[in-house]
């Protein structure tokens, strides 16, 4: 169902969702990906180059946070744009929990064209790690 630019307003909530990430979800999207960067999957490597464990793909961290809009609107291709800046690594422990990646989005402004502004907001452990979240995305 898709949502109608005349349904919302500025400051209408999407549903927020939270996305655990294992070691596992980080060795199949390298795989998909292409990106098998030890420190993605490597806790030795990771600990030498000064992180504090494996650290979650930042690309992988952008989309499970757009989720929210592509779910929300129920199109994908309604996504126009989207930025983002990495704040601070999704780090992933090596047990069956992992971590866990919390997004809440809002309606920040409404744009020509039935298009509207949503910014997100992406957490884990309770910190930021993206800033300045913000997708353009077109309604009916």
Not at 73 to 92: K, L, M, Q, S
Request: net charge negative.
């Amino acid at each position: 169902m898709a949502v109608s630019f005349d349904e919302v307003e500025v400051g209408t909530a999407l549903p927020a969702q939270s996305f655990p990430v294992t070691r596992a979800t980080l060795v199949r999207y390298a795989g998909a990906s292409g990106d098998f960067n030890p420190i993605h999957w490597n806790e030795k490597f990771a600990l030498e180059v000064g992180l504090p464990d494996v650290i979650a793909h930042g690309m992988f961290t952008m989309a499970e946070a757009i989720r929210v809009v592509t779910d929300w609107t129920g199109d994908p291709g309604a996504v126009v744009e989207y930025g983002v800046r990495f704040t601070r690594p999704v780090v992933v422990p090596n047990d069956e929990a992992g971590a866990v990646v919390e997004v809440s989005g809002k309606v920040a402004k409404l744009l020509d064209g039935r298009r509207v502004q949503v910014d997100l907001l992406a957490t884990s452990e309770g910190q930021k790690v993206l800033g300045m979240s913000r997708a353009v995305v077109q309604l009916a």
